[in-house]
Nanobody, 118 residues
Framework: QVPLVESGGGLVQAGGSLRLSCASSRDIVSIVAWGWYRQAPGKERELVAMLTRGHLKYGDTMKGRFTFSTDYGKNTVYLQMDSLKPEDTAVYYC?????????????WGQGTQVTVSS
């Protein structure tokens, strides 16, 4: 079973919106941190948003445009992206870290492409 499954990427015009979803098959209480990251061609992977121990942090260029939310009943987190810019074009990855007993895990989604046209 794939631990993290992402959905919701696609092509959108500048100024538009997309919502990404990430569903985990892990026991929700074992997850210590959720995160969204992105990687554009030729660039390093960068933080988009992270939730850990009740603290939510956004990457500097996403503040005010992106919103991280959770639905723990569905073991799912979301990334609402508004006012999208061409420079937001990247593959977006979901991440979940936690532990079950002595087992520490660091799960990554398969990645979903977001393309913003000008």
């Amino acid at each position: 079973q794939v631990p993290l499954v992402e959905s919701g990427g696609g092509l959108v015009q500048a100024g538009g919106s997309l919502r990404l979803s990430c569903a985990s098959s892990r026991d929700i209480v074992s997850i210590v941190a959720w995160g969204w990251y992105r990687q554009a061609p030729g660039k390093e992977r960068e933080l988009v948003a992270m939730l850990t121990r009740g603290h939510l942090k956004y990457g500097d260029t996403m503040k005010g445009r992106f919103t991280f939310s959770t639905d723990y009943g569905k073991n799912t987190v979301y990334l609402q992206m508004d006012s999208l810019k061409p420079e937001d074009t990247a593959v977006y990855y979901c991440n979940a870290r936690g532990n079950i007993g002595t087992e520490v895990y660091d799960d990554w989604g398969q990645g979903t492409q977001v393309t913003v046209s000008s």
